[in-house]
């Protein structure tokens, strides 16, 4: 693992950068973070490559001129705006009896093939959320089982080829390299959720200036993510239309005035509002129809979130509730809204306390670069595969070198790649079920079909 290691969160209103020492241990160190307003990006996808790492170059410089490190090697976020997520399953057979490095990845290898990732999207995460050992006992950990077949239940996350190529260039273009690529909702829950609440199930909701990320984790893994390209930019400009104001004015009543319940104090009060038919005009607003327009626009998106758990199908499992993270959860009222809405608990969640937080990051808009910082100190799921299909291990890292098959180069591309990791599965099973020289037994027919059947 590196000492030094750079995280990048590229959001759609602000890009921060954090750079951290990776102590003894393995525990991180914030020793430099950077922050600039986001240009080129919207709603999650990059817009403007020139904007963009002129924004990413800036943050980035921030960071380094605060620690004193000079690091070109990062890990990015990625929104959910191009992802897809899809759910499959594998078996393999152990020849040896016992589960090892080399029949985890290639139970990954072919979920990974099962899944038939489109020709246009590329792998970013192959997530294992549940192992079983010979069709029936359940292993949180197989290293080193005894087993004869390893069944892996993996959650994989693709992304459009053509966003995630303008947004590494865009990367690229600030002078930086891309050391891995993680999911922005992904690294948020790191950041905010508890090993009992991935335990029990939780569902994750990142909600920022343009988008809205959703993750469910269920058994220690992240099960289900989407996205909904709405965020607290939208209330801003539902309250600049609604009061005829500027954009700058609405963001300042929104941050000033914004709450989501209203006491009946509340209700009797007005503020003066800058309208934009002339210099001087201004009018009295009552803060009963602010509360409206930003009620109305956080209502509606939350019911959205809410139909994307029921149709994750993981709804009945989410035993310890909804946690809130992001800008847009800040808004007072978040919680008791958010209640009524998903009929679940809910609390507001900011990023756990890591060695050196600068109090900009201590907010809940500080989850997913905290997060990045985390994930590349080992605190990501088990066997997790990344965008460039090594296996993480929370021991150390196993690369495709390190886990090839008798030796084997496997081929750079990925298609041809997965197909050969499917056949090299075939090949070593065939010692499992094929008949023994040596084997006394009078039923070689039935050994025989079953080579067959296997086979076919």
């Known amino acids: 693992m590196d000492r030094i290691i750079l995280g990048i969160d590229i959001g759609s209103t602000k890009i921060y950068a954090i750079i951290a020492e990776i102590k003894d241990d393995g525990t991180p160190h914030i020793v430099g973070t ?3 307003k986001a240009e080129g990006v919207r709603k999650g996808s990059i817009t403007n490559i020139e904007q963009a790492s002129t924004a990413i170059r800036n943050a980035v410089n921030d960071a380094k001129m605060v620690s004193g490190e000079q690091i070109d090697k990062a ?6 705006a191009y992802t897809k997520s899809i759910r499959e399953t ?9 589960i ?6 290639r139970v990954m290898q072919t979920a990974i093939y099962n899944a038939a990732i489109p020709e246009d999207h590329t792998l970013i995460h192959a997530l294992p959320y549940e192992f079983r050992l010979d069709g029936q006992s359940y292993a949180e950990d197989p290293m080193g089982m005894s087993a004869s077949r390893l069944e892996a239940f993996v959650h994989i996350v693709t992304a459009k080829k053509t966003a995630l190529e303008n947004l590494k260039r865009a990367v690229r273009e600030a002078g930086i390299e891309i050391k891995n690529i993680v999911l922005s909702a992904y690294a948020s829950s790191i950041a905010v959720l508890s090993n009992e609440e991935k335990e029990l199930g939780v569902a994750c909701l990142d909600m920022g200036g343009q988008t809205c990320d959703l993750m469910i984790y269920s058994g220690y893994s992240m099960r289900y993510c989407d996205f909904l390209s709405v965020g607290s930019h939208n209330i801003t400009i539902d309250l600049a239309t609604a009061l005829n104001a ?8 929104k941050t000033g005035c914004g709450k989501l319940i209203l006491s009946d104090e509340d209700k009797t009060k007005s503020i003066k509002v800058s309208m934009m038919t002339g210099e001087n005009a201004t009018k009295l607003v009552s803060l009963e129809i602010i509360h409206a327009v930003i009620f109305a626009r956080v209502e509606e998106t939350l019911k959205l979130l809410a139909k994307s758990i029921e149709k994750s199908g993981l709804k009945d499992k989410i ?3 909804i946690t809130l993270t992001g ?12 209640s009524s809405i998903f009929r679940k608990p809910v609390r507001i969640s900011k990023p756990i306390s ?8 201590r907010g809940t808009d500080g989850a997913t670069a905290v997060g990045l910082i985390l994930h590349g100190a080992g605190q990501h799921t088990n066997y997790e595969m990344d965008c460039e299909r090594n296996i993480l291990y929370k021991k150390s890292t196993i690369t495709r070198e390190s886990t090839d098959i008798h030796n084997l180069e496997l081929p750079k591309n990925a298609r041809e790649e997965q197909t050969l990791s499917s056949k090299i599965v075939q090949i070593d099973d065939l010692s499992d079920i094929m008949p023994s020289k040596t084997d006394k037994s009078n039923n070689l027919f039935v050994r025989f079909y079953k080579w067959i059947s296997q086979l076919f």
Not at 90 to 98: F, L, R
Not at 100 to 105: A, F, R, S, T, V
Not at 246 to 253: F, M, R
Not at 327 to 338: H, K, V
């Open 34 to 36: 950077g922050m600039h």
């Open 327 to 338: 800008g847009m959860a800040n808004l007072e009222g978040m919680q008791e809204c958010a």
């Open 75 to 80: 890990i990015i976020s990625l929104s959910g």
């Open 90 to 98: 594998a078996i393999v057979n152990a020849p040896n009896n016992e």
């Open 354 to 361: 890591v060695d050196g937080l600068f109090d900009r990051l």
């Open 246 to 253: 500027h954009p700058s004015i609405a963001e300042e009543i």
């Open 319 to 321: 035993g310890a509730g």
């Open 100 to 105: 090892g490095l080399k029949e985890i990845h």
